[in-house]
């Protein structure tokens, strides 16, 4: 995490963060005073995180911390009143938002910051894995069609198509996949 938006509407408040931030080597940091500020930045470009110092002057922040969940992979931090922690929480939770309570202090915000970069790293894993997993299931897909196709025209039974396709892979140094693609490209069209 290297990018972060800090949306507060409290002169104080930025600068603790900023101060808190810079510490750690977050490099750009970008604040804004409203929550319509923030969404105009967030339209120009991308951050790793966003922290919204609730209330904000021109809204509470859940309705910023809701649309930008809804629209992003965003880490997105929402410090509140003590009293409000819970009732807040309970709004954005769902949607990976994290609460933190005032006052907060150092260790807190480190500890909050930790939780948030843990939960990044196993999400963009978890996609990664599932971009992996559909990929294959798309090949398995193409190979199929073209075992059907060799069924079909050739006459070769299942596992011949099979056999035949691991063959030419295996000889022409290419994936099945692409065996797959030129079978089809052949009889299809």
């Given at each position: 995490m290297n990018s972060v938006l800090i949306v507060s509407s409290s002169e104080k408040s930025q600068v603790l963060f900023e101060e808190l931030l810079t510490a750690d080597s977050y490099k750009e940091i970008t604040s804004a005073k409203r929550g319509n500020e923030a969404r105009r930045i967030l339209i120009e470009?991308?951050?790793d995180l966003c922290i919204i110092?609730?209330?904000?002057?021109?809204?509470?922040?859940?309705?910023?911390?809701?649309?930008?969940?809804?629209?992003?992979?965003?880490?997105?931090?929402?410090?509140v009143?003590?009293?409000?922690?819970?009732?807040?929480?309970?709004?954005?939770?769902?949607?990976?938002?994290?609460?933190?309570?005032?006052p907060i202090n150092r260790q807190t915000f480190w500890n909050a910051l930790k939780l948030m970069t843990a939960s990044q790293k196993r999400m963009i894993g978890l996609q990664n894995e599932n971009i992996q997993l559909q990929k294959t299931i798309?090949?398995?897909?193409?190979i199929n069609r073209a075992k059907?196709?060799?069924?079909?025209?050739?006459?070769?039974?299942e596992e011949e198509a099979h056999k035949f396709i691991e063959k030419q892979a295996m000889d022409m140094r290419i994936p099945k996949r692409?065996?797959?693609t030129s079978i089809l490209k052949t009889y299809e069209g």
């Open positions: 470009r991308d951050f110092n609730a209330p904000l002057i021109d809204e509470f922040g859940t309705e910023l911390a809701l649309s930008i969940a809804h629209k992003s992979m965003l880490q997105i931090m929402m410090i009143r003590s009293e409000l922690a819970d009732e807040v929480s309970a709004q954005v939770e769902d949607y990976g938002v994290f609460v933190v309570a005032k798309e090949d398995i897909r193409y059907c196709i060799l069924i079909e025209y050739l006459k070769m039974t692409e065996v797959a």
